[in-house]
């Protein structure tokens, strides 16, 4: 079956843009995660969604940057007034969610979108 | 296509064992493979290899890459309950400059 499928796989834009990143996860996993990995840094959590809702946004570096998720499927995350420091990979991961006792499910990683701020 | 595979799925082991996790790959034009451990939310940085035959070190943490037979194996000698996790393998291409992961092996240490 299909993977993680993330769009665009690339994105240059202008300091101050928008930019809209979307992830379509594997069907039926209810567990959908947002990373970035910027040059030199281990991955960097953002923000993890069950279902619809976001229970952890602990790691949004700022304000501009949100989240959100509809129909328990769909991901977009949103970055405004881009800055150059937001350069990175955005990754997506899903996973069937938490297991009992608190494990963790095997997380399936997209491909990442690559952002390029000018 | 690019791809990444990680063998084996699953391993369970007692403490005090060696295990040794396999990652194979295909990708354009390979820039880096990176191994990562994964317990709660964001994975952890274990080591990142570019060089064939190189091994990097950290504690009872080790691993090496195979650049002509593209593959790298992740070493862990004397196992703790701690290490139980998830260990994930990712390949860094330089044509789309996107991640690759592998679906990660799941590792429990009995005590």
């Known amino acids: 079956g299909a993977g993680v499928s993330q769009s665009p796989s690339n994105k240059v834009t202008e300091k101050g843009k928008d930019v809209e990143l979307r992830c379509d996860p594997i069907s039926g996993h209810t567990a959908l995660y947002w990373y970035r990995q910027s040059l030199g840094q281990g991955l960097e959590f953002l923000i993890y969604?069950?279902?619809?809702?976001?229970?952890?946004k602990s790691g949004l570096p700022s304000d501009r940057f949100s989240a959100e998720r509809t129909g328990g499927s769909v991901s977009t995350l949103t970055i405004q007034r881009t800055q150059q420091e937001d350069s990175a990979v955005y990754l997506c991961?899903?996973?069937?969610?938490?297991?009992?006792?608190?494990?963790?499910?095997?997380?399936?990683f997209g491909p990442g979108t690559r952002l390029l701020v000018l | 296509e690019d791809k990444v595979v990680q063998s084996p799925l699953s391993l369970v082991v007692h403490e005090g064992d060696t295990v040794t996790l396999n990652c194979s790959y295909e990708v354009t034009n390979f820039r880096s493979l990176l191994w990562y451990k994964q317990e709660k939310k964001a994975p952890t940085f274990l080591f990142m290899l570019t060089s064939s035959g190189i091994e990097k070190k950290s504690g009872r943490l080790s691993s090496i890459l195979d650049k002509k037979e593209l593959f790298s194996i992740l070493n862990i000698t004397a196992t703790q309950t701690g290490d139980s996790a998830i260990y994930l393998c990712a390949v860094e291409g330089n044509n789309n400059n996107d991640m690759r992961f592998g679906a990660g092996t799941r590792l429990t240490v009995k005590p």
């Open positions: 991961a899903s996973s069937l969610g938490v297991v009992a006792g608190g494990g963790q499910e095997t997380q399936y």
């Open positions: 969604f069950q279902g619809n809702s976001a229970p952890d």
